[in-house]
């Protein structure tokens, strides 16, 4: 079985400031982890994956996310935010299998100017 | 190219009457998948197809829901009757899987189901 804990269900920046999003995983084996975003009254779009490949993933709209397997953590990151990032953010952690797809909580980006 | 297409974007209804979901996959896409979102629960799946076929169907809630997959371009999802607790917004997403599911998932924008 596995499960994402995302440790924040509300992260409030200022336009310009960096972005830290916070995803835990629990997995029984070597995980497949996205980041999924949602914007408002919109269906969720893929941001970025890890699958065992590089630990530092790099997504659309230059955010990026960093495989830590000793620290069971897949944080996402951006340098600078953007008055459009503002969204909810999903980490998702895969099993094996068509169906096990496991959705974290959210947690929702507020941007102010 | 056209993404994946629901309909209605928005139902409004009264407890007891019965409601349809319509989805329309990514052309190609080789399965699809039914989400529930609410603020309590999250996102839950409830039932995905791989080739039209229901492969697990163990997050329906209970006999009032079902799904279908007549065909590779269209599935529907029926409550019958509809209860308040049935509102959310139900979301269908489609993906192309070959020897394994990668997770990637190409979602619609949602159903929105307030149920009166």
């Known amino acids: 079985a596995q499960s994402v804990t995302q440790l924040d269900s509300h992260v409030s920046v200022s336009e310009g400031t960096p972005v830290l999003l916070r995803c835990n995983y629990s997995?029984?084996?070597?995980?497949?982890l996205f980041w999924y975003v949602q914007h408002p009254n919109k269906g969720l779009q893929l941001l970025l994956k890890y699958t065992s490949a590089a630990t530092l993933v790099k997504g659309i709209n230059g955010f990026e996310a960093e495989f830590k397997k000793s620290e069971t953590s897949f944080h996402l990151t951006k340098p600078s935010a953007h008055m459009s990032d503002a969204a909810e953010y999903f980490c998702?952690?895969?099993?094996?299998?068509?169906?096990?797809?496991?959705f974290g909580k959210g947690t929702m980006l507020l941007v102010s100017p | 190219d056209a993404g994946v297409i629901q309909s209605p974007r928005h139902e409004v209804t009264e407890m007891g009457q019965e409601v349809t979901l319509r989805c329309k996959p990514i052309?190609?896409?080789?399965?699809l998948f039914w989400y529930r979102q609410t603020m309590m629960r999250g996102l839950e799946l409830l039932i995905y197809?791989?080739?039209?076929?229901?492969?697990?169907d163990s997050g329906m809630p209970e006999d009032r829901f079902s799904a279908k997959m007549p065909n590779a371009s269209f599935s529907t999802l029926k409550i019958q009757p509809s209860e308040p607790r049935d509102s959310a917004v139900y979301f269908c997403?489609?993906?192309?899987?070959?020897?394994?599911?990668?997770?990637?998932?190409?979602f619609g924008e949602g159903s929105r189901l307030t149920v009166l």
């Open positions: 052309s190609g896409h080789n399965s």
């Open positions: 997403a489609s993906s192309r899987t070959g020897v394994m599911f990668t997770g990637e998932l190409f």
């Open positions: 197809f791989n080739n039209n076929v229901p492969i697990d």
């Open positions: 998702v952690v895969k099993g094996e299998g068509y169906s096990t797809l496991t």
């Open positions: 997995s029984s084996y070597s995980p497949s």
